[in-house]
């Protein structure tokens, strides 16, 4: 071979591990970035869970304040038939016919049933208030162990954050060093094609283009297999050849002796 063909070779290897580590590098950042724009919503899912358990928790305690109210308008309620119910019995001794004495009786039976029916409603509106304090407690505890997790998160998000940044100021750091490595026009070539592919180089393998899965040319695969970086015709990726993944030869087979396996004819 030539020694401009061993140059030109040694010089697509290469920009070939150039584009590669470089591309490598584009990936990682892009996932590092998409992972940095992830946390605030892992954050904001943890304050969610924490305002919908001091939501629920407000609720209930508004539903008992609310029963207690109720239960202090019984009181007293019960308290003004009790005092018309001792009125009118009092009335009694006094009534002249019996048109009087029933209506009397009759106002005294309704105060007694009233006082029967609001008895009965607040000892229903005491046992919901058993099992709104039950709800409280432990809509509160939900609030207390919520707010912990919270507070955990933060911290971690923080501290992921901080290795996030960290990690893409390195790469950025390496993104930079191999682009000043690669030159200017397939640089350009290589950007334009991760803007709008994704990836800008992709390896050929088994004659076809690991990007879009297209069968490459024969020639074209020739010239990938001697060294070169080439474009799929199809996507327009770089196309470069990875001698390292290609399979192993095959074990030479030995070669078959003449009348080897044949059974030995004894004579009649």
């Known amino acids: 071979m030539a020694v401009d063909a061993v140059d030109f070779i040694a010089q697509m290897q290469a920009l070939i591990e150039n584009l590669v580590k470089l591309q490598s590098v584009e990936l990682e950042r892009a996932r590092v970035n998409e992972e940095t724009r992830a946390l605030p ?101 939900d609030v207390e162990s919520l707010a912990a997790a919270l507070e955990k998160t933060r911290e971690r998000i923080a501290a992921r954050r901080q290795e996030l940044a960290e990690r893409l100021a ?58 070169e970086l080439l474009a799929c015709d199809s996507c327009s990726r770089l196309l470069y050849w990875d001698p390292a993944m290609a399979p192993a030869p095959k074990a030479p087979q030995p070669e078959a002796i003449p009348g080897a396996g044949r059974a030995i004819r004894r004579p009649g």
């Open 41 to 141: 919503a892992e954050l904001d899912y943890a304050q969610a869970q924490l305002a919908t358990a001091e939501r629920r928790s407000v609720e209930v305690s508004d539903a008992i304040n609310r029963e207690d109210m109720l239960r202090t308008q019984h009181e007293r309620e019960i308290a003004a038939h009790r005092q018309k119910a001792a009125h009118f019995r009092a009335q009694l001794d006094a009534v002249k016919t019996s048109a009087q004495a029933e209506a009397i009786e009759h106002e005294i039976q309704f105060a007694t049933s009233e006082i029967e029916r609001l008895e009965n409603e607040e000892l229903a509106s005491l046992e919901r208030t058993e099992e709104q304090e039950a709800a409280l407690a432990r809509a509160r505890a």
């Open 170 to 227: 390195a790469l950025n750091a390496e993104r930079d060093a191999v682009r000043a490595l690669i030159e200017t026009d397939w640089l350009s070539r290589f950007d334009r094609l991760a803007a709008a592919r994704g990836t800008g180089i992709v390896r050929a393998d088994n004659q076809q283009c690991t990007g879009c899965r297209m069968g490459v040319r024969p020639q074209t695969w020739n010239q990938l297999r001697e060294g």
